[in-house]
């Protein structure tokens, strides 16, 4: 008994070469594929693309953790985020839904937006969630989990330059700003936002309105109108207000599916 | 670098620009290196360590020089290492001479050049007594910068060489310094005509150096300050406004501030630099720690593999050694009493080095009795490969053989056979 245990213990192979230690321990195949991607998506630090890389090859962590670092590996205005997407797609699509099936089923997909959605403001989660979710049982397809993950993105970098404008907005530097200016703000983005048209000449006006210029003078206007002190904006309202206007512009998931289901009956 | 930038460049020269194959080469070298010490390693976890140690800037501990001199990465962790080993030395105010800061160089890179050391000592002392003690908040920012920007002070130097023969040639007119203002800025000097009486002159010199990519340099804003204070400038005053700079520090971004160099306790250490905000003097602690443990484990294995050899299968009762269980240790009251002891030893006195040795070794070794549970093994030989049914087997052999021989019975001793 004991001699048959002895040979499969590693004390007993030292004459295993590097190269083969290599391949067994899959190492080689693990670089290779590090590298190709640090090369596809170019990260800004790649020292710690790869720590965290590694990490969560020892960890084993869960489907839908490793399809969102596959989708924040890179900026979704890149070639490569489509691939990553793709990739994340068929990460997800080895979770179980049944006994024996497998697939990306509603409540993977809703976890996963929230997952990517996780450093919103709650109120901004709510309402998107309202918008792109979708049912539990539901079979996710790619279209719809790709324009989910896409607008989880872009909203991602929306907050962003919300508070970028928050902040040169709030001149004192109090954390609040003067009402009028945000409402002022608020409506110029609103209303150019608001145009559905896919007129050229009306995106390029509305591009205009939100330009320097155009701010400027809605703001001169307002600065004019009222000179008294009224209420101020902090940075969550500002951002709530600003969201829902993005919010608006995202297509009823729900809506959709039902408009095909629709034209399939028929 | 821009967004732009990364994404345009080839994948060769972004790989090299973050030095990522050298850093691929030596992950794998090292992992090697490691698993002829320990054969049952996890491949991916070794590798998963590495990066987070190489991310966080604690992989340059004990390393060679020519791994730890070949990225700025590297250097500027090994600052910072340097740094929070001995910042207890600043702590207490004390001086060392260019000699002791070698040697303590050497203890955590084993290979450290003097020669740096040395070109460090003239930046502080300005190229005059190399005999003089050192503070150590100085040596640290000079030393950044000469390790860190080695090839730029090179380059640097060059330029001014230059600089000075064309000021010395006859055919150029002759400026003449007025005494007031030389000794204002060079009274250290050996040659009181040293010195580029053009700033401006050296800092168009030195501006086309900056920004290069295969060295690093110092941002070219923070060397404008720097030149334009000053009417005149010698290479090592230059050097020392260097490393005096904040935002050069900045820029580097691994030693805070000089206000700040010498605060914090060793436990609980604020580090002000983003990159390593994750990274606190309790790596540094747990990853010596480790190597204690590793250098016991290593010995531990040693005599396991003597037991292995033949000639002690038939040897005399064992000595009884006594075995640390690492596994059960009280972290919390370990670590206290480890920092306890650290200050405790941090502000005692004396005389000469064998003395301070004995005081550490006495206060480590205790600190490993009382802390950390241990048993003895036991005194009856045995042998690995002996498990309770082998043992079974062999007390039946001995039986049967004792048995065989007292009744001298043919069927006993037929058994036996």
Request: glycine content about 2%.
């Amino acid at each position: 008994m004991a001699d048959k245990r002895k040979p499969n213990s590693a004390d007993d192979r030292p004459q295993e070469s590097d190269r083969q230690f290599l391949e067994r321990s899959n190492v080689g195949s693990c670089m290779k594929d590090v590298l190709g991607k640090i090369i596809a998506n170019r990260p800004e630090d790649p020292i710690a693309f790869m720590a965290d890389y590694f990490d969560s090859l020892e960890e084993q962590t869960s489907l839908v953790a490793r399809a969102r670092q596959l989708i924040i590996m890179t900026h979704h205005s890149r070639p490569v985020f489509d691939i990553n997407v793709r990739m994340a797609y068929e990460t997800l699509q080895k979770s179980k839904c049944s006994k024996k099936l497998h697939g990306v089923n509603g409540t993977v997909y809703n976890e996963l937006i929230r997952a990517l959605c996780r450093d919103f403001p709650t109120l901004v989660i709510n309402r998107l969630l309202r918008r792109i979710e979708c049912l539990d049982f539901e079979a996710v397809t790619y279209d719809v989990f790709k324009s989910g993950v896409f607008t989880c993105c872009v909203l991602e970098d929306y907050l962003r330059l919300v508070e970028y404008l928050f902040n040169s907005l709030d001149f004192t530097k109090t954390g609040k700003c003067d009402k009028a200016v945000c409402d002022a703000v608020l409506e110029q983005l609103k209303t150019s936002l608001a145009s559905n048209k896919t007129d050229a000449r009306k995106i390029v006006e509305s591009g205009y309105n939100l330009g320097p210029d155009g701010l400027f003078h809605v703001l001169d206007k307002a600065m004019k109108r009222d000179t008294h002190v009224s209420t101020a904006f902090t940075l969550e309202m500002f951002t709530a207000e600003c969201c829902e206007a993005f919010i608006a512009k995202v297509k009823d998931a729900r809506d959709q599916r039902s408009a095909i289901k629709v034209k399939k009956l028929r | 670098m821009s967004a732009e930038d990364r994404f345009s460049m080839s994948a060769e020269k972004y790989l090299a620009k973050h030095n990522i194959l050298i850093y691929f080469e030596d992950s794998i070298a090292q992992l090697l290196e490691h698993r002829e010490e320990n054969p049952k390693l996890n491949s991916i976890k070794f590798l998963s360590e590495y990066f987070n140690a190489l991310r966080d800037g604690n992989h340059t501990m004990f390393r060679e020089y020519s791994f730890v001199h070949v990225t700025s990465h590297n250097r500027a962790s090994f600052v910072r290492l340097f740094w929070k080993c001995y910042r207890q030395i600043g702590k207490k105010g004390d001086l060392l001479s260019v000699n002791e800061y070698h040697s303590l160089l050497t203890l955590l890179c084993p290979d450290f050049p003097f020669e740096i050391v040395q070109k460090t000592a003239r930046i502080i002392l300005l190229d005059d007594a190399m005999d003089c003690l050192i503070s150590f908040s100085d040596f640290i920012y000079a030393f950044q910068i000469q390790f860190y920007y080695e090839e730029f002070i090179e380059k640097v130097h060059d330029q001014y060489q230059s600089l000075i023969q064309t000021q010395r040639s006859p055919r150029d007119p002759v400026v003449v310094p007025s005494g007031t203002d030389d000794t204002s800025i060079h009274q250290n000097s050996h040659h009181p005509a040293d010195g580029v009486n053009h700033t401006l002159q050296y800092f168009r010199a030195v501006f086309p150096l900056c920004d290069r990519s295969n060295y690093s340099t110092p941002p070219a804003n923070s060397l404008k300050e720097i030149l334009f204070n000053v009417p005149r400038v010698s290479f090592y005053g230059f050097l020392m406004a260097m490393a005096k700079s904040e935002s050069i520090n900045d820029h580097i971004g691994r030693l805070p501030t000089k206000s700040e160099l010498l605060e914090g306790a060793d436990s609980e250490l604020t580090t002000p630099t983003i990159r390593l905000k994750n990274v606190s003097s309790k790596d540094f602690n747990t990853r010596t720690y480790k190597l204690v443990t590793t250098h016991t484990l290593s010995k531990e294995r040693q005599d396991i593999r003597c037991a292995w050899n033949p000639p002690s299968l038939k040897e005399k009762k064992t000595q009884r050694r006594k075995i640390h269980l690492w596994k059960k240790i009280d972290e919390t009251a370990l670590r206290s009493a480890t920092t306890e002891f650290a200050t405790q030893f941090s502000c005692s006195e004396f005389q000469n080095l064998d003395q301070m040795w004995q005081a550490f070794k006495e206060g480590v070794t205790s600190l490993i009795d009382t802390h950390i549970p241990s048993k003895m093994s036991s005194s009856k030989h045995t042998h690995p490969w002996v498990n309770t049914q082998t043992r079974r087997l062999s007390r039946r052999k001995a039986r049967a053989y004792r048995r065989a021989n007292t009744t001298k019975n043919l069927k006993d001793c037929m058994g036996t056979l």
